[in-house]
C-alpha cells in the first residue's frame, strides 16, 4: 500500500545524554513508508500548516543516506535534531525513549494532521455499539499519515468490588 525506501544501520554518535532519542530515531529509520514518506517530503501535499519538526526529520532522513551512501559508518547528530529533543524534553535530565517517541510523535502529528482538531473526547464511557464510530471520528480528526502507522485504539475496564458492574475507556495511543 505505501511505498518504501530500506535504510541500513549507521552508527549515530551520542552527545551525553541522548541516548534514548537515537534509540528512538534508529527505530524510527527502520520503517521503509516512514522513510519513504518523509525523504520524499510526500506530507508537503495538501500541507497548509507549518511543518518544522516534520521538515527537520525530512532533512535528517537526507543526511542519513547521504552518509549510507559515502559508505560512512556513523554520523553526528545535526543540530537541528538535538534542537527537536530539547524542545520536548527537558535539556540535561535523563529520558526515556517512550517519552520522547510519544513527544516526538504527536508533535508530527499536530504538524500533519491539518484541520482544526477539535479532538471530540473519545474516552467517556460508551456503548460498544458506537465505538466504531468514535474510532472513526478520531481518525477523521487524526488522518495524518503518521496515525495511520502509530495510532491504535485500546479499551480498558474498571470493575467494581461492591456491585460488579463494569465501566470501559476506550482511547486512543500512539505507541509500538
Same mark, same amino acid.
Given at each position: 500500500?505505501?511505498?518504501? &525506501?530500506?535504510?541500513?544501520?549507521?552508527?549515530?554518535?551520542?552527545?551525553?545524554?541522548?541516548?534514548?532519542?537515537?534509540?528512538?530515531? +534508529?527505530?524510527?529509520?527502520?520503517?521503509?513508508? #516512514?522513510?519513504?514518506?518523509?525523504?520524499?517530503? /510526500?506530507?508537503?501535499?495538501? +500541507?497548509?500548516?507549518?511543518?518544522?519538526?516534520?521538515?527537520?526529520?525530512?532533512?535528517?532522513?537526507?543526511?542519513?543516506?547521504? $552518509?549510507?551512501?559515502?559508505?560512512?559508518?556513523?554520523? @553526528?547528530?545535526?543540530?537541528? &535534531?538535538? @534542537? &527537536?529533543?530539547?524542545? #520536548?524534553?527537558?535539556?540535561? &535530565?535523563?529520558? @526515556?525513549?517512550?517519552?520522547?517517541? $510519544?513527544? $516526538?510523535?504527536?508533535?508530527?502529528?499536530?504538524? #500533519? =494532521?491539518? /484541520? =482544526? =482538531?477539535? *479532538?471530540?473526547?473519545?474516552?467517556?464511557?460508551? @456503548?460498544?455499539? *458506537?465505538?466504531?464510530? /468514535?474510532?472513526?471520528?478520531?481518525?477523521?480528526?487524526?488522518?495524518?499519515?503518521?496515525?495511520?502507522? $502509530?495510532?491504535?485504539?485500546?479499551?480498558?475496564?474498571?470493575?467494581? *468490588?461492591?456491585?460488579? /458492574?463494569?465501566?470501559? =475507556?476506550?482511547?486512543?495511543?500512539?505507541?509500538?
Amino acid at each position: 500500500r505505501f511505498k518504501k &525506501i530500506y535504510l541500513n544501520p549507521l552508527g549515530l554518535k551520542n552527545p551525553s545524554i541522548y541516548c534514548y532519542m537515537n534509540c528512538c530515531l +534508529q527505530l524510527l529509520l527502520s520503517i521503509p513508508e #516512514l522513510n519513504y514518506y518523509f525523504l520524499y517530503k /510526500k506530507y508537503k501535499q495538501d +500541507q497548509t500548516r507549518k511543518t518544522l519538526i516534520c521538515d527537520d526529520y525530512s532533512n535528517f532522513i537526507s543526511l542519513y543516506q547521504y $552518509f549510507l551512501n559515502h559508505k560512512e559508518s556513523r554520523m @553526528d547528530l545535526p543540530p537541528y &535534531i538535538l @534542537d &527537536i529533543c530539547n524542545s #520536548l524534553l527537558p535539556k540535561g &535530565i535523563m529520558n @526515556d525513549c517512550e517519552e520522547f517517541l $510519544f513527544l $516526538f510523535l504527536k508533535s508530527m502529528q499536530e504538524e #500533519l =494532521n491539518n /484541520k =482544526n =482538531n477539535n *479532538n471530540q473526547d473519545v474516552n467517556n464511557d460508551i @456503548d460498544e455499539l *458506537n465505538i466504531q464510530k /468514535k474510532w472513526s471520528l478520531y481518525r477523521e480528526a487524526n488522518s495524518s499519515f503518521t496515525d495511520s502507522i $502509530f495510532t491504535g485504539y485500546i479499551r480498558s475496564s474498571v470493575i467494581c *468490588n461492591k456491585c460488579n /458492574k463494569s465501566s470501559y =475507556n476506550y482511547e486512543p495511543f500512539m505507541d509500538l
